[in-house]
């Protein structure tokens, strides 16, 4: 197996009880971080000299429909309403299952060269098996971790999850692929009857999924109660935007260990309503970080963890501003929002013991930022640096101990066919939208 030695970064480990950040080396070893530690002697491996970057864990993006890519940027000034209107109640039904394949192919890519290693790809446009293997054919060739969250186009709240595709897809490719597994996306309590959303809890909790939904304002439905009464809300839930939830139930939620993922530019710009990251603070949670939509918003998690960021502190500024007191320290820190984009990610879509850290033991997803760019250096915060970084400071991206991005340019792939193929897809779906 492949052993490489990394050496001479500023690393962020994100592990309980080390420093912000270390000058240590990182030895691999196959697919895993053997160890870390300085002046590591490893001569059988192969030396990557890292000075002047910073590495941390690999980013996690929790929540992108990824099916979208096709369609990359055409809803920029939709409001949410615009956007259910014309991607779900019109481009949905026109897509075949090779946009699929292309759409998560390219933004799986366009996922690696922004640092991130793990997605959440939330696939709530799957309409046949065939549109669900391809897209899942798009992220095993893209090369990127995924949770690949099966899902379907908006339906009648009494029809339940199509269980037999969940235990297909669980049977066939993703059974056979180390970075691939499945979790369900659902209809939830918002949008499913009471017996139907406890009946897709109880088969996601069966079959030790992450069920993860959507929740974007609005009086709670008779569903919330049902899944609560039977007991099913747990570590494994995942709710996504979570806008306007009930100061009580966000309380409920969080003691049962149920996770919450901000899409911040998104929730903000389309009006889902006012982010949920200062409520979990409160109770002593946080939230994991999407980015939702390429069609509407681009697609880098870091810009994500920013917004999140710059979004709460203002929260709080008004507040302070409104009652007249003062805080000696900031209330959210960037180390914080890095841990939103990687160490809350990991736990959102289940893979806390695999991802989001960087210590022994753990996958080698690793990312390095080349701090000796302008817009970085000196770099004299590493955390900061880290949040600070654009997609040009991505210099390196390493997942199960393998390269996907070197020297700043993706590894492995045919980005002009790739593009020629996404941009024959978007022409044709708008066109079928009527929208050319």
Known sequence: ??????????????????????????????????????????????????????????????????????????????????????????????????????????GALNQINCGTTTLGDWCHNSLTPEHADAAVDGLMQAGIRAVFLHGTPYRDPDLPHPLAEIDR??????????????????????????????ADFRAAHER???ASFHQSGGALARGWEAVRNAGLFGPSTNVVHGSDLPDAWVKKLVRVGVTFTCTPENELGQGHGTPVTGTLLRHGAAPSLGTDVDSVVPGHILTAARLALAHQRSLDHAHRQRTGSHANTPTVTAKQALAWATVEGAKALGLADQVGRIAPGMQADLVAIDTRAVNLWPAHNPIAAAL???????????????????????????????????LAAGERLLHAMGAV
């Open 208 to 210: 030790g999924l992450v």
């Open 1 to 106: 197996m492949n052993r490489i030695l990394l050496r001479g970064a500023r690393v962020i480990t994100m592990a309980p009880g080390r420093p912000d950040a270390e000058r240590i080396d990182i030895l691999v070893d196959g697919d895993r971080i053997a160890v870390t530690g300085e002046n590591l002697d490893a001569p059988d491996a192969e030396t990557v000299d890292f000075t002047g970057r910073v590495i941390l864990p690999g980013l996690v993006n929790t929540h992108l429909h990824t099916w979208q890519t096709a369609l990359r940027s055409v809803g920029a000034d939709w409001t949410l309403l615009e956007y259910l209107t014309h991607l779900h109640g019109n481009a949905v039904q026109h897509y075949e299952p090779d946009d699929m394949y292309v759409s998560n192919l390219a």
């Open 388 to 422: 600070h970084a654009d997609i040009a400071n991505i210099e390196a991206v390493m997942i199960a101990g393998r390269w996907r991005k070197r020297d700043h340019a993706l590894l492995d792939c045919d980005l002009d066919t790739v593009k020629e193929r996404l």
């Open 169 to 198: 897809l669980l049977n066939g490719p993703v059974r056979d692929h180390d970075l691939l597994t499945l979790g369900m996306a659902v209809q939830g309590p918002q949008y499913s009857s009471p017996h139907t959303a406890v």
